[in-house]
């Protein structure tokens, strides 16, 4: 059984100002991330499903999963992967029309569930967590960021 300490829930949302159907399209390439989201580092095909990842954000600690893509739903606007590694569980993104003032704008909901298995991970699960919080705060911020800049870039080219 895991310890309740081990796990840790996190839910982040995006306001973007691109098209939700352009949202989608970015983030279901994950392949691309380190193009635009600084802490990505690396992503590295598998199959055709799957890939690993090294994530890094302020902590000096590197982060390596791998996931498993397990929904892949255009029309409902949810990506959703499993993952394995230094963490295991899922994420899922779900992408929505903003709808707010009339906008063409979008909204992504990043949602993730995940148990700590790496034992450094493990063992400062309870007293780092603040920091933990802190760090994947920092790290979805610049990603968002990262995101509409490259939205941007993109729709500009239209």
């Known amino acids: 059984?895991?310890?309740?300490?081990?796990?840790?829930?996190?839910?982040?949302?995006?306001?973007?100002?691109?098209?939700?159907?352009?949202v989608y399209e970015v983030l279901e390439r994950a392949g691309e991330y380190p193009r635009?989201?600084?802490?990505?580092?690396?992503?590295?095909?598998?199959e055709?499903?799957?890939?690993?990842?090294?994530?890094?954000?302020?902590?000096?600690?590197?982060?390596?999963?791998?996931?498993?893509?397990?929904?892949?739903?255009?029309a409902a606007g949810v990506l959703e992967m499993e993952i394995t590694g230094d963490m295991e569980g899922w994420a899922r993104w779900t992408v929505t029309g903003d709808g707010?003032?009339?906008?063409?704008g979008a909204v992504a909901v990043y949602e993730q569930r995940v148990v700590v298995r790496r034992a450094l991970l493990r063992r400062l699960a309870?007293?780092?967590?603040?920091?933990?919080?802190?760090?994947h705060a920092a790290m979805m911020c610049a990603g968002r960021r990262g995101l509409e800049r490259w939205l941007a870039r993109g729709l500009d080219d239209d």
Do not use: C, K, Y
């Open 126 to 135: 309870l007293p780092a967590r603040p920091l933990f919080r802190a760090n």
């Open 100 to 104: 707010a003032g009339g906008g063409r």
């Open 36 to 46: 635009w989201w600084p802490q990505v580092r690396e992503v590295r095909a598998l």
């Open 1 to 22: 059984m895991t310890a309740a300490r081990h796990r840790f829930v996190f839910r982040s949302v995006w306001r973007l100002s691109a098209p939700p159907e352009a």
């Open 48 to 74: 055709e499903s799957s890939g690993s990842a090294r994530i890094r954000s302020v902590l000096p600690l590197d982060l390596r999963i791998t996931g498993r893509a397990a929904r892949r739903d255009p």
